[in-house]
């Protein structure tokens, strides 16, 4: 209940920006942008992870309200998840990608002219979409001998099938970067962060839950074009 209070005040104080005094005329921009992703998850209990290398894509909209401040929204296709570590001596490997719908709504912070230096962060609410796991034979089959041997046992809960994942997450993003300001539109290019508050598990006791936190981390580089159509 605390992660999703922070979730609704961080939307509540990007929404406050259109009850501001329009101080000089508004700026409208549509864009399109993508780039690469590093990802992994925060489990509680631990599992070893490596990074799991993606890509993000998408639309934007970015609306400038006030002098240095503004507005954006996207909807990007991002691809993001997890690869387990195993140790050197055994011949296991496992991946899974999970796709999903992301949708940030940001505050927009942004100082200088022609070069800008922006301040982008906000909400953010994921819809998963559609996935792909890939689990060598070895630990296949060291996971099915395990279960056999102790069916009660919380074995190989993080490769339950999606229909046992929370369709909708959500979480804080943000970054910095720089704009370029040119003759035919803006070049933003941006680093950027995303920090699941909600989890892919469910973490209720009631449903005798493993994990008590199953959290989806993100890094992101990203370049975006815009034209202004306002």
Same mark, same amino acid.
């Given at each position: 209940?605390?992660?999703?209070?922070?979730?609704?005040?961080?939307?509540?104080?990007?929404?406050? =920006?259109?009850?501001?005094?329009?101080? $000089?005329? &508004?700026?409208? @921009?549509? +864009?399109?942008?993508?780039?690469? !992703?590093?990802?992994?998850?925060?489990?509680?209990?631990?599992?070893?992870?490596?990074?799991?290398?993606?890509?993000?894509?998408?639309?934007?909209?970015?609306?400038?309200?006030?002098?240095?401040?503004?507005?954006?929204?996207?909807?990007?296709?991002?691809?993001?998840?997890?690869?387990?570590?195993?140790?050197?001596?055994?011949?296991?490997?496992?991946?899974?990608? =999970?796709?999903?719908?992301?949708?940030? $709504?940001? &505050?927009?912070? @942004?100082? +200088?002219?022609?070069?800008?230096? !922006?301040?982008?962060?906000?909400?953010?609410?994921?819809?998963?979409?559609?996935?792909?796991?890939?689990?060598?034979?070895?630990?296949?089959?060291?996971?099915?001998?395990?279960?056999?041997?102790?069916?009660?046992?919380?074995?190989?809960?993080?490769?339950?099938?999606?229909?046992?994942?929370?369709?909708?997450?959500?979480?804080?993003?943000?970054?910095?970067?720089?704009?370029?300001?040119?003759?035919?539109?803006?070049?933003?290019?941006?680093?950027?962060?995303?920090?699941?508050?909600?989890?892919?598990?469910?973490?209720?006791?009631?449903?005798?839950?493993?994990?008590?936190?199953?959290?989806?981390?993100?890094?992101?580089?990203?370049?975006?074009?815009?034209?202004?159509?306002?």
């Amino acid at each position: 209940m605390k992660r999703f209070s922070l979730f609704l005040i961080c939307a509540s104080l990007g929404g406050m =920006l259109f009850a501001q005094k329009q101080t $000089f005329p &508004t700026e409208l @921009y549509i +864009g399109a942008g993508a780039g690469a !992703v590093a990802a992994n998850m925060s489990f509680v209990p631990a599992i070893p992870q490596t990074l799991l290398y993606s890509y993000q894509g998408g639309v934007a909209v970015k609306y400038v309200t006030e002098k240095h401040l503004g507005l954006i929204t996207e909807v990007n296709l991002t691809r993001k998840g997890w690869c387990e570590e195993f140790d050197a001596e055994e011949d296991f490997a496992y991946e899974r990608t =999970l796709t999903y719908i992301d949708v940030p $709504f940001m &505050t927009h912070v @942004y100082f +200088g002219d022609k070069t800008r230096f !922006v301040f982008n962060a906000g909400p953010q609410i994921n819809i998963l979409i559609g996935e792909n796991a890939r689990m060598n034979q070895a630990l296949s089959d060291d996971v099915e001998a395990r279960k056999a041997a102790a069916p009660d046992a919380p074995i190989g809960v993080q490769y339950a099938p999606m229909s046992e994942m929370k369709r909708v997450d959500y979480g804080l993003t943000g970054g910095m970067g720089v704009e370029l300001r040119t003759a035919i539109g803006l070049f933003d290019l941006e680093g950027r962060y995303y920090f699941g508050l909600g989890d892919i598990f469910t973490s209720r006791r009631s449903d005798n839950a493993y994990f008590t936190r199953s959290a989806h981390r993100v890094i992101m580089a990203k370049l975006t074009y815009y034209i202004q159509v306002k």
